[in-house]
């Protein structure tokens, strides 16, 4: 499986947009990007996934690299409540849907 | 909004103790994870199940740990014995079907602690 790299933690302000990325330079072609974030004393949970496409839902936004070596999970306004550890995962289409969790990005804001 | 169900949230065990977790999927997701999280770490696989059948458990410590799924619906997790090298969290997860694409849904995990 490709591996992703990510900081180890970033720090933002309530009510600004935050910028998490993640690095995976050895991505294959059918790889999809997912995002996962843990909440403190919480599983895991789903917020998005893409795969050459910019996406959008609910929570965040995905922003994919051209040449998908990179991507950018967005928060456009973090709340409180997104203070989370934040892990970029790929996933292939043939993978039996485990999933292979790095150190992940500490998010923490700021009020 | 359903959800996986874990129990209990918390357990306390003397080293050489058995232990076990107990998970109950959303309803209908025929495949069942159970993960591992060390303190500080992501969360690592130990054993998938597609219906009652193991697809993973290449990295499950089988000298103590077990798991069965036998009905295909909840599934239970033990360690027999326990040591200290256990403490963690233990979490559960769901998906209605297995492969790479599907959303995997967490319960809120069992809190190990081993004295």
């Known amino acids: 499986d490709a591996k992703t790299t990510q900081p180890n933690s970033m720090e933002s302000n309530e009510e600004e947009p935050v910028h998490l990325p993640c690095n995976h330079s050895t991505i294959s072609g059918t790889d999809y990007i997912h995002w996962y974030r843990q909440l403190p004393s919480q599983g895991p949970e789903y917020v998005i996934h893409g795969l050459t496409s910019n996406v959008n839902n609910r929570m965040a936004s995905l922003a994919i690299a051209e040449d998908r070596k990179s991507s950018t999970l967005i928060l456009h306004r973090a709340t409180l409540r997104d203070a989370a550890v934040y892990y970029c995962?790929?996933?292939?289409?043939?993978?039996?849907?485990?999933?292979?969790f790095g150190q992940g990005t500490t998010l923490q804001v700021k009020p | 909004e359903a959800e996986v169900a874990q129990s209990p949230r918390y357990k306390i065990t003397e080293k050489s103790q058995a232990v076990a977790f107990w998970c109950d999927p959303i309803?209908?997701?025929?495949?069942l994870y159970w993960y591992r999280q060390i303190l500080g770490q992501g969360p690592e696989l130990l054993v998938q199940f597609q219906d009652e059948s193991v697809v993973d458990d290449s990295q499950l410590p089988k000298d103590r740990f077990s798991a069965e799924r036998l009905k295909g619906v909840d599934s239970t997790l033990k360690i027999q014995p326990a040591e200290l090298g256990d403490s963690a969290m233990y979490l559960c997860a769901s998906s209605l079907e297995w492969g790479g694409l599907e959303t995997q849904y967490f319960g809120p995990g069992t809190r190990l602690l081993v004295l």
């Open positions: 309803s209908g997701h025929a495949t």
């Open positions: 995962i790929l996933r292939g289409p043939s993978n039996t849907g485990k999933l292979i």
